[in-house]
Nanobody, 115 residues
Framework: QVQLAESGGGTVQAGDSLRLSCAAS????????FGWYRQAPGKQRELVAS???????GYADSVKGRFTISRDNAKNTVYLQMNSLKPEDTAVYYC?????????WGQGTQVTVSS
């Protein structure tokens, strides 16, 4: 079983930056694929960014060039650096780990961007 804990959310103004962290425990970290998702009120949860065990990354079109996902295997932590934030980035952000034995989600962290 893997436990995930997100942190770093908050309320910022448009154009500001935030860095989200996802700390993982309870299983081997380095071999797993991780993703950051977000869910805005009244909308479906969507994949924002992902990172493979070897560091290959992927992004939703809406965040390309603004968000960067990274991982620190020594700290068992995945990050999401969010720059040039927009009001439409407002959502609860979730970390997810993809595993053959079952995926796990964190509890989420709120990001609010005011115009």
């Amino acid at each position: 079983q893997v436990q995930l804990a997100e942190s770093g959310g908050g309320t910022v103004q448009a154009g500001d930056s935030l860095r989200l962290s996802c700390a993982a425990s309870g299983s081997t970290f380095s071999g797993n694929v991780f993703g950051w998702y977000r869910q805005a009120p009244g909308k479906q949860r969507e994949l924002v960014a992902s990172i493979s065990s070897i560091g290959t990354t992927g992004y939703a079109d809406s965040v390309k060039g603004r968000f960067t996902i990274s991982r620190d295997n020594a700290k068992n932590t995945v990050y999401l650096q969010m720059n040039s934030l927009k009001p439409e980035d407002t959502a609860v952000y979730y970390c997810k780990v993809f595993r053959s034995t079952g995926d796990s989600w964190g509890q989420g962290t709120q990001v609010t961007v005011s115009s």
